[in-house]
């Protein structure tokens, strides 16, 4: 019996600017993504809201609700947290900073190269396709870890991690000990090409530290190595 191709990845665009929307849908389609456009942070608010979509991708400077305000309203009723990648004109570290504490994948400043943006596109949607097989449990403290599902429990409790915070959490856990520089969990996570600062990877640290540490002041397992980085501690 034959085996059924799996179905198209599902791709929503919310760009008001007609030729970038038009650029990335021809883009994406050619890519074999099914695609959906839409001009204003409304309607792609309520589009995203409704669900069925693998990745979002989200410009900032958005008629009727800009992009953060989507995508913070997004953080509040997503359960499973569809991944979000922002664009935007605005290239500043706060800005980069703001899109990623409220729960973005990755943030992409215009101009772009599309190449880089279909690969951050396909890093993306490869971290949620991790096929489950036997579990690989890690635990420390009141925290499991499934790495098959990718899935973080915590007392039992499943903890809400966006698909980045696990494996910026994942990355520590495999290194088993080892102290790994910013650099290093850059390049882990999102690859080598990847333009983004150092001081995200202390934001996406300080989130961890506040979801799975008792006292995130003086965390006990996810440890900063001052003028190194950071390392696990089971």
């Known amino acids: 019996m034959a085996v059924p191709a799996p179905s198209p990845k599902r791709i929503l665009i919310v760009e008001d600017d007609p030729s970038i929307a038009m650029g990335l849908e021809m883009n994406l389609q050619a890519e074999g993504y099914q695609v959906t456009v839409c001009n204003d942070g409304e309607q792609g608010h309520e589009l995203a809201r409704a669900g069925g979509f693998d990745l979002v991708i989200l410009d900032v400077m958005l008629p009727k609700m800009n992009g953060f305000e989507v995508l913070r309203s997004l953080a509040k009723k997503r359960g499973d947290a569809t991944p979000i990648i922002m664009l935007s004109a605005r290239?500043?570290?706060?800005?980069?900073?703001?899109?990623?504490?409220?729960?973005?994948?990755?943030?992409?400043?215009?101009?772009?190269?599309?190449?880089?943006?279909?690969?951050?596109?396909?890093?993306?949607?490869?971290?949620?396709?991790?096929?489950?097989?036997?579990?690989?449990?890690?635990?420390?403290?009141?925290?499991?870890?499934?790495?098959?599902t990718r899935e973080v429990r915590r007392?039992?409790?499943?903890?809400d991690l966006t698909a980045t915070e696990f494996d910026v959490l994942f990355c520590l856990v495999e290194a088993r000990g080892r102290v790994l520089s910013r650099e290093q969990i850059q390049s882990a996570v999102w690859g080598e090409n990847h333009h983004g600062t150092m001081r995200t990877i202390d934001n996406f640290l300080l989130q961890l530290r506040q979801k799975l540490e008792d006292e995130p002041t003086r965390p006990k397992h996810l440890m900063t190595v001052r003028g190194v980085g950071y390392r696990f501690v089971p």
């Open 155 to 159: 007392n039992g409790a499943l903890v």
């Open 91 to 148: 290239g500043a570290e706060m800005d980069k900073v703001m899109g990623l504490e409220l729960g973005a994948e990755d943030y992409v400043t215009k101009p772009f190269s599309l190449a880089e943006l279909l690969a951050r596109v396909r890093t993306v949607l490869r971290r949620g396709a991790r096929p489950v097989g036997e579990a690989e449990l890690f635990d420390f403290g009141d925290v499991v870890i499934n790495a098959a």
